[in-house]
């Protein structure tokens, strides 16, 4: 009898405690920092500040989720799939929005659908996971359908407020938001809390603050808005072009960063350098170029190589070389 009772009490004590915890599937069907990176995670400080779980600032105040980001629209035109996060079944879903870049005039409507096109999956013990923002028409289930972690359920669009092609996950437990990289984390803690992704995950989604969305080369000055159309890909340098431009479009850069991107020749000779000043504040998305004019008789058939350094704090925080063979 008495055996029994401490069994059972040990039972008891022991299943809401092994049921609570809940492990994730990478929403998303693409690689982090290369084919999808993280844009925002969640904002961990109640002032107006933004204060990410490692206590940097990649986000906005009051973001509640992790946005996976895609390098520009002819990403999200391809189709990536967004998948269930969790085995669960479908607690509701939206469609019917647009894919359209937010424009001032419309912020206030449009906030109302914030969101966007989005399904919301209950997972049992409280956890439920929401996705947003996805592709108009490309929803795969309805409300009462049972998923399986992995299971593809939509794919990453542009609905609602959104200013560039992601996903928003949102992981919420008891009806809170929480964060899925920092779970339990004590307040102002900075790394503190579990990961709630799963183990093959760890390396992937390793905190990022900074990372090259875009980099290539064109033939005349570079617009964010050529990156992010994909018109910049459209037209590949040859030795009779106007001019030789190394671009980039970095995310997550921070107050201070101090960014170089140097052209080469094939010689490797430096052909030239555009330093920025040290940035004078956090930024979620910035760009830089630097190039030639074709010089008399066209450029010179060869491999041209570019480098851009971030420089933080006095130290290398992010690197990355590109080229491109000229040819007549
Ligand atoms: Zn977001």
Not at 129 to 139: E, F
Not at 158 to 178: A, N, W
Not at 210 to 224: D, H, I, Q, R, Y
């Amino acid at each position: 009898m008495r055996l029994g009772f401490l069994s059972l009490f040990g039972l008891t004590l022991a299943l809401p405690a092994s049921a609570q915890d809940i492990t994730l599937h990478l929403p998303v069907v693409c690689e982090i920092g290369r084919t999808c990176f993280i844009q925002k995670y969640v904002d961990h400080d109640p002032s107006p500040a933004m204060r990410d779980y490692q206590c940097g600032a990649v986000g906005e105040d009051g973001h509640d989720g992790t946005d996976f980001r895609l390098p520009n629209m002819p990403a999200q035109k391809a189709g990536i799939d967004v998948v269930a996060a969790a085995d669960g079944k479908v607690a509701s879903t939206r469609e019917g929005v647009p894919d359209a870049f937010v424009k001032e005039q419309d912020r206030e409507r449009i906030s109302q659908i914030g969101c966007g096109n989005a399904v919301v999956i209950d997972h049992g013990n409280g956890w439920r996971t929401a996705y947003c923002h996805m592709a108009k028409g490309s929803l795969t289930v309805r409300s009462g359908r049972e998923v399986k972690a992995g299971e593809k359920i939509g794919q990453i669009g542009l609905s609602g407020l959104t200013e560039f092609p992601h996903l928003h996950f949102t992981l919420i437990k008891d009806g809170k938001p929480v964060d899925p990289f920092a779970y339990g984390a004590p307040e102002k803690s900075c790394g503190g809390g579990k990961s709630l992704w799963e183990a093959s995950l760890q390396r992937a989604l390793a905190y990022q603050s900074g990372s090259v969305l875009n980099k290539g080369f064109a033939t005349g000055p570079v617009t964010m808005e050529a990156i992010e159309s994909g018109a910049v890909e459209q037209e590949t340098p040859t030795t009779r072009s106007p001019a030789l431009v190394a671009y980039i479009r970095a995310i997550g850069l921070k107050g201070g960063d101090v960014q170089t991107l140097t052209l080469f020749d094939p010689d490797g000779k430096p052909l030239a350098q555009n330093k920025a000043p040290p940035l004078d504040r956090d930024k979620a998305q910035w760009m830089a170029f630097s190039g030639v004019k074709q010089p008399q008789g066209g450029f010179r058939p060869g491999l041209y190589r570019a480098i851009y350094r971030v420089e933080r704090a006095g130290k290398p925080a992010i690197e990355q070389a590109f080229g491109i063979s000229l040819r007549p």
